[in-house]
């Protein structure tokens, strides 16, 4: 009997070694609270560092929202511009931001924790899905500034059962961007490289998504090109809270677009799972 069977006979396993699927699943649910621990470890750590603490989550969409609106709103004239342009670039920008941080901070979680990779042993999934996680929890406070903005300006319909679909839809936002930030987590300790391109790709959805434009009325002409953003993730996400969310000829909610979000959801989270968990033996190597 070699040493190994003889330390699986024990009960013993290898550290850093790749469990069964759902049995390293199942050690990343019971590990949840440490998920939410280190999320909110990574706010309160983030705060110390800024004099206004907390208020930059909200402030930084805002002043975002706000360069874009006076810019762009300016440069797209009436071609591309919606009714409530400014309700229609808060929700766009808001929810643009979770994405974008997600991806980002979700695909470095691997190789910015090195040496903790190193010192405990414990499923390393549980990095990325702590990073969209805190992001999330970021995420939140500024949805209720823009509820309470557009409940101010007049943009919210007039049939508040509806309002509640955002809780069903940022679920299904949140399994996206934790599917995404498991794939480019594996993806970047493959390639060191990918982490320096992420500001491009998100920059590159932030143009052809729709922030600050409607792509169905600016590409009106174009209807080959509307179909294929109809199957572009974040678009159909922000399609949708703008649906749920405004009043107007220009805003509905397309059963589509519920459909098309559920399956990139569960479907890419289900992939992100099975891709990371695949590399598990090869995370904090320093080989």
């Known amino acids: 009997m070699t040493t190994a069977e003889d330390a699986a006979r024990a009960g013993l396993i290898k550290v850093g070694g790749r469990p069964p699927l759902m049995t390293y699943v199942a050690e990343v649910w019971r590990r949840r609270q440490f998920v939410y621990s280190m999320a909110r470890f990574k706010i309160e750590s983030e705060n110390q560092q800024n004099s206004l603490?907390?208020?930059?989550?909200v402030l930084?969409?805002?002043?975002?929202?706000?360069?874009?609106?006076?810019?762009?709103?300016?440069?797209?004239?009436?071609?591309?511009?919606?009714?409530?342009?400014?309700?229609?670039?808060?929700?766009?920008?808001?929810v643009f931001e979770f994405?974008?941080?997600?991806?980002?901070?979700g695909g470095k979680a691997i190789t910015s924790n090195a040496a903790l990779l190193q010192s405990l042993a414990f499923p390393r999934m549980a990095l990325p899905l702590a990073a969209v996680t805190q992001?999330?929890?970021?995420?939140?406070p500024t949805v209720a500034i823009m509820?309470?903005?557009?409940?101010?300006?007049?943009?919210?319909?007039?049939?508040?059962?509806?309002w509640l679909l955002i809780v069903p839809l940022f679920a299904l936002y949140f399994l996206f961007n934790c599917g995404l930030a498991l794939v480019t987590a594996r993806l970047s300790v493959h390639w060191r490289d990918l982490n320096n391109f992420l500001p491009f790709l998100t920059r590159f959805f932030f143009y052809t998504t729709g922030i600050f434009f409607s792509i169905e009325k600016r590409f009106a002409e174009h209807p080959t090109l509307v179909k294929i953003?109809?199957?572009?993730?974040?678009?159909?996400?922000?399609?949708?809270?703008?649906?749920?969310l405004l009043q107007g000829p220009d805003y509905h909610v397309d059963n589509r677009y519920w459909l098309f979000a559920t399956a990139w959801s569960l479907g890419l989270f289900a992939f992100g799972v099975w891709f990371f968990w695949r590399a598990e033996e090869r995370y904090g190597r320093v080989d």
């Open 147 to 162: 509820m309470v903005f557009l409940v101010i300006s007049g943009g919210l319909g007039s049939v508040e059962v509806q």
């Open 60 to 94: 930084k969409p805002l002043l975002n929202a706000l360069v874009y609106g006076a810019v762009f709103g300016f440069l797209i004239g009436d071609e591309g511009r919606p009714e409530h342009f400014v309700e229609f670039l808060i929700i766009g920008v808001f």
């Open 53 to 57: 603490g907390m208020f930059w989550v």
């Open 229 to 244: 953003t109809d199957a572009q993730p974040v678009h159909e996400f922000l399609s949708i809270a703008r649906g749920i």
């Open 99 to 105: 994405f974008a941080q997600s991806w980002t901070s």
């Open 135 to 140: 992001r999330f929890l970021q995420f939140l």
